[in-house]
């Protein structure tokens, strides 16, 4: 949504380029500016899925006044449970190709030859972001800013909780269903 605002020009795309060109974090009117102009789109009329946002209780806030403006219902919000092993496992095993972008992870979906992609025979590389020191970083902000915002969505009874251990398959079905049975109940 960033990217996509800054290569089109908007204004409060050029504002986010200006900031983060400094170098600095993109403040939450910012974010929710962008976010509210990208979900007033015809293309969300029916709906539409927020990933890595909103990350403050301030952000959550301001999705809430959104959503209440342009009459859209409450959101639903879906909590991948998984325990950290398990998270730092899946991202330190992954590993990209540089050539065609194809994702391995040498635990769960190794290459057939370890450091070489099965298409294209590129070279597999681990993402700057993917390291363990990083990850445990994310964590603890992670508990710090985003545990609160799940904190929130609980206190409103609009949490649905995701068992996200298994496959990819199985955690895609089970997100299916989970939404599926939330356009039952009217969300
Ligand atoms: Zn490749």
Do not use: H, W
């Not at 539409?48 to 403050?56: A, E, K, V």
Request: with cysteine; net charge negative; hydrophobic share 35%.
């Amino acid at each position: 949504m960033f990217r996509e605002s800054i290569r089109r020009g908007t204004p409060v795309g050029l504002r986010a380029k200006a900031i983060m060109e400094r170098g600095d974090l993109v403040p939450d009117d910012v974010v929710v500016a962008m976010v509210e102009q990208r979900i007033t789109q015809p293309d969300c009329a029916r709906g539409f899925i927020l990933d890595g946002f909103p990350r403050t209780v301030a952000q959550a806030e301001a999705l809430k006044a959104i959503l209440r403006r342009i009459g859209l219902a409450k959101p639903l919000v879906v909590c991948l449970q998984l325990d950290s092993a398990l998270i730092v496992r899946r991202i330190t095993g992954r590993r990209v190709c540089k050539v065609g972008g194809e994702i391995y992870n040498i635990y769960d979906s190794p290459p057939k030859t370890p450091g070489r992609c099965d298409r294209d025979g590129g070279e597999l590389m681990q993402r700057d972001d993917d390291r363990e020191e990083v990850i445990r970083e994310r964590l603890l902000a992670y508990q710090e800013y985003t545990q609160p915002v799940l904190e929130f969505y609980r206190r409103g009874n609009l949490v649905v909780d995701v068992d996200g251990s298994g496959s990819p398959e199985t955690v895609a079905q089970a997100l299916v269903e989970t939404l599926e049975q939330s356009e039952d109940r009217g969300c």
